[in-house]
């Protein structure tokens, strides 16, 4: 089958979330090389979610979905922003789409929340990087900059007319965000640097060129950044180096202070900042960049006696001894091996296993990049799995039963038996199809391994086939291809526990016309009303409608789910369980009121 011939439940979906004009439409069109979504300045264009079936190189075909935004408005913007929630359960890679001139809001950290709590691998990308390049603070998340520390802007070193520097107009947004998004760790240390505690007056997220600083000492044209264990990753440290040389060329100075040291021993860090409070030498001396060895130890240059790095760290740890660096666990040093530092310090990660991506839609700069690394997502979270494949050697003989009747469609066949017969083939076994009528003078010629039926003429099939040949059915299968086999197995018997009036919800994935005769709306209510003698009352749904309040319910009964991608299924089988609401499939459902279900799972055994 080719990659255009694949079907969109078997594409990897990637889905683009984000605000309003954060550049969502114009990454999609930007990553499919399409004009596949309307961009405009006008916020809200995207209303209902846009989807494309492609191949995307390099990692092969593809579901792309672009969404409303997170934020719409109104009462018409809280249907949009219902469906774009929808799409989540539907999402196999997640794309968070950032404008790097705004940076993170409560939208975007809900909806990584929400990425999180279902374990759904995604990357946040902060598009728009040809107008300002996003500061991301330690954990890796952007920072929201609060407004600059009280006095006028005549006040700031090197601000104004006669500034020793430039400051991107954009960055001004992101200096009068709200200040309480600080960090803890910004939170503690300026309770000691707040109204010139130190002699000196600080001044906090201060901008200097492209570049926010978390701290700012104008008279002393001296900086202090914090860093996460983040900082220690390559590319982390190469946009440290390129901002370090930046500031330096301009006459700064450049403290670099861990996280964990702000944590465990904000004393030493207080004395380690006081030591430095001297005017610095210009130019600087080498070495002394946030990218040296010296300042990643917040350790005076190397030298010979007590002075010297080996002999005496300028933080050590309470309680701790103070000759060693390997006595001082909470000082980083750049390393690799067991025996290196780093490996020693067991320093987790923040934002570990998060990915962080700064491009921009409208020049192309990035999105190379970003297709590479949705490729290794998709590698990384690959699952290889097969209807029947696995269960089959080659030579194996296999019938399968396809009735042809006023429901099934003309001219082809439907997709579940097109995917079984193509893994028959693929692994080598031989392909016997008839219809039911058939059936019982082929397997008095053939002695087939394994039937699969369609699920509706298993009580003629049972009959006829020997208990010593496997028997299942299509639509079991592709439960255990698409969902959690095991909870829809132990839920087949609350069908004998029906009672009169009770609610059933009869869902079908796929949005076929319904027939005179149609299994969903026709033949199952017939059956389960013959099975239990109860008045029971049925409720319908098609194709993507699932509805969000189950808890009515006393028993969903779901399709084979052949039109949906696994992570749709799973989704629906979760709010089920979530509303305390059993569902059984189809095939299951068939088969255990023909009293075949243990038959009929022994192909799994």
Known sequence: MSLSNITSSERLHISFFGCRNAGKSSLVNAITNQNLSVVSDIKGTTTDPVKKSMELLPIGPVVIIDTAGLDDE??????????TLEILGKTDIAVLVVDAAVGLNNYDRDMIKQFEERKLPYVVVYNKSDIVTPRLSPSGVQKDYPPLEGGSKSMISGWGKTALHKINPNLKINAKELRNNSTKQEK???KYLNKSQLGYKFRRQQPIGNYIVDFFCPTLKLIIELDGGQHNEKHNIEYDKKRTEFLNKLGYRVLRIWNNDIDNNIEGVIEYIKSSLTPPPTPLPQGEGEDSIVSKL????QGEGEDSIMSKPHIPLQGEGEDSIESNPHIPLQGEGEDSIVSKLHLPLQGEGVNYLSLSAKTGEGVNELREFLGKIANENKKEKYIIRDRLHVGDIVVLVIPIDESAPKGRLIL?????LREILDAHATALCVQPEELKQTIAKVTPKLIITDS???NKVKDIVPEHI???SFSILMANYKGKLDSLIKNAKIISELKDGDAVLISEACTHHRQCNDIGTVKFPKWIKD???????????????????LSRYKLIIHCGGCMINEAEMTTRQKRAEANGVPMVNYGMAIAYMNGILKRALEIFN
């Open 416 to 420: 579940p038996q097109q995917n079984v």
């Open 298 to 301: 917040h350790l005076p240059p």
């Open 531 to 549: 099975y239990t003698n109860k008045d029971i009352n049925f409720e319908f749904t098609q194709g993507g409608e699932f509805p969000q309040d």
């Open 74 to 83: 109104g009462e018409l913007g809280d249907l949009r922003v219902a469906k």
């Open 188 to 190: 503690t240390l300026w």
């Open 470 to 472: 496997l028997l299942t």
């Open 456 to 458: 509706q003429v298993f």
